[in-house]
């Protein structure tokens, strides 16, 4: 059985763990820095195997080297902001954090393939990408397959259709400035501009681009976890089980989409060993502007975190 490790065991971590569980996917081990709370959760998720009819093993830590031998190492690890502090501590802590555990990763799973998901989430992927050392194929970043499914579902919604005919793609840094495709987004195969009015397509676009910042609002503690968790777990089980799907991830870019030396969400084919290949779309001027806008703010980021490694 393929083993995945997640570090952070709050709420996107444990319903990552949940829906690889659910599936049979992987054996799965939880590791957090409070105590008995990834052993206890791992606990709770394999009592819901009789009752889901799973029977991987579901296993929690408090010790980094519990991810040693992992196939995949999906790292949701870090702090939330707390009243009084800046962005520029909140980034240095959590560059700290992620620092830590790509060395941990290093030094008991060198063969393994790193999905990142804490936030800022492009240049958390710079961050364990330098440190582990890896190659860029086996860091990689989840963020697209998150947007793109927020905006599958407005679709739906939109339109009073089914989700599993909506396939959309969005594209570049997971903020504000994130690439929502319209001309890539369709209903069985029919672009969504035959369907919608450019107006409804800016609304839902706009609205995707919000679509974190909607459920802290409604939450008011915390974020959302669902849909990010299982989004993780998508991304672990395409590796995993070497399934080519073809969604947005961010890696590491070196010429394609005219960017270099940049993490920025772009359509690749993931499988066994991680990013196989990048898909380069023929993006129009519009849209290439839009991805350039985004790569930017993450270069930015890049250059802040460097001086916390250095
Ligand atoms: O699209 C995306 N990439 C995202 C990213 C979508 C949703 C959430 N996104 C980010 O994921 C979010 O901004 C956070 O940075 C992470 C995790 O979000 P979550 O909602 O799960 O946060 P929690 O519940 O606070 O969980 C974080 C856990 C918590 O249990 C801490 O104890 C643990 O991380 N933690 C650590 N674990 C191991 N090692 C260290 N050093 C550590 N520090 C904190």
């Not at 081990?29 to 009592?47: F, S, T």
Request: glycine share 10%.
């Amino acid at each position: 059985m393929p083993k995945v490790t997640i570090f952070g065991a709050g709420n996107v971590g444990a319903t990552c763990a949940h829906v690889l569980a659910q599936r049979d996917i992987a054996d799965v081990c939880l590791i957090d820095i409070v105590e008995g709370m990834p052993q206890g959760k791992a606990l709770d998720i394999r009592q819901a195997g009789p009752l889901q009819d799973f029977g991987v093993e579901v296993t929690g830590s408090n010790d980094y080297a519990a991810c040693k031998d992992s196939d995949v190492v999906v790292v949701t690890a870090g702090l939330a902001r707390k009243p009084g502090m800046d962005r520029m501590e909140l980034l240095g802590k959590n560059t700290n954090i992620v620092a830590g555990i790509a060395k941990a990763i290093r030094e008991n799973a060198p063969g393994a393939v790193i999905v990142m998901v804490t936030n800022p989430l492009d240049v958390m992927t710079y961050v364990a990408w330098k440190v582990s050392g890896f190659p860029r194929e086996r860091v990689v970043g989840m963020a697209g397959v998150l947007d793109s499914a927020r905006f599958r579902a407005f679709i739906a919604m939109e339109l009073g259709v089914s989700v599993v005919d909506v396939s959309a793609m969005v594209l570049g840094g997971h903020g504000d400035t994130m690439v929502p495709l319209p001309r890539f987004s369709t209903v069985n195969g029919v672009s969504i501009k035959e369907l919608m009015s450019p107006e409804a397509i800016q609304r839902l676009s706009d609205r995707t681009r919000k679509g974190g910042a909607e459920i802290v609002n409604l939450l008011k503690t915390g974020s959302a976890f669902y849909a990010p968790g299982t989004s993780s777990a998508q991304m672990a089980e395409a590796i995993v089980k070497d399934r080519n799907h073809v969604l947005p991830a961010s890696v590491w870019l070196q010429g394609e989409y005219g960017l270099r030396d940049v993490f920025c969400g772009v359509p690749v084919v993931l499988g066994k060993g991680g990013m196989k290949r990048i898909v380069d779309l023929r993006l129009d001027d519009a849209e290439k502007a839009m991805l350039v806008k985004s790569a930017d703010d993450v270069r930015k980021g890049q250059t802040e975190v460097a001086g916390f490694l250095s």
